[in-house]
């Protein structure tokens, strides 16, 4: 069992940025892939990033490649997303995810966060 606990979120201007937190309980956090997804109103839940156990693997949407980085601190249980040059169509709730192996759908991940709100202004 894993659960998380996400943080960072808030209102930034466009252009700005913002640095997500997901803290994870259990002693097997460093054994899972980790991921952020991102739902905006009205819409489904999208993959934005995920990183393998070690946090030598990254893959990315297309839609935030180049402008968000996914890290990993394992001795602190703890994922990162580092949000730069943030656009309006960035605002969404974001969720922190646990898988087996790095995915970019919903469906590979066992456990959420209850996801923090992230809103950009223009």
Same mark, same amino acid.
């Given at each position: 069992? *894993?659960?998380?606990?996400?943080?960072? #979120? @808030? $209102?930034?201007?466009? #252009?700005? /940025?913002?640095? $997500? /937190?997901? +803290? +994870?309980? #259990?002693?097997? %956090? /460093?054994?899972?892939?980790?991921?952020? %997804?991102?739902? +905006? &109103? @009205?819409?489904?839940?999208?993959?934005?990033?995920?990183?393998?156990? /070690?946090?030598?693997? =990254?893959?990315?949407?297309?839609?935030?490649?180049?402008? %968000? =980085?996914?890290?990993?601190?394992?001795?602190?249980?703890?994922?990162? $997303?580092?949000?730069?040059? $943030?656009? &309006?169509?960035?605002?969404?709730?974001?969720?922190?995810?646990?898988?087996?192996? &790095?995915? #970019? *759908?919903?469906? +590979?991940?066992?456990?959420?966060?209850?996801?923090?709100?992230? =809103?950009?202004?223009?």
């Amino acid at each position: 069992q *894993v659960q998380l606990v996400e943080s960072g #979120g @808030g $209102l930034v201007q466009a #252009g700005g /940025s913002l640095r $997500l /937190s997901c +803290a +994870a309980s #259990g002693r097997t %956090f /460093s054994s899972y892939a980790m991921g952020w %997804f991102r739902q +905006a &109103p @009205g819409k489904e839940r999208e993959f934005v990033a995920t990183i393998n156990w /070690s946090g030598g693997s =990254t893959y990315y949407a297309d839609s935030v490649k180049g402008r %968000f =980085t996914i890290s990993r601190d394992n001795a602190k249980n703890t994922v990162y $997303l580092q949000m730069n040059s $943030l656009k &309006p169509e960035d605002t969404a709730v974001y969720y922190c995810a646990a898988a087996r192996v &790095p995915a #970019g *759908v919903v469906g +590979a991940y066992d456990y959420w966060g209850q996801g923090t709100q992230v =809103t950009v202004s223009s």
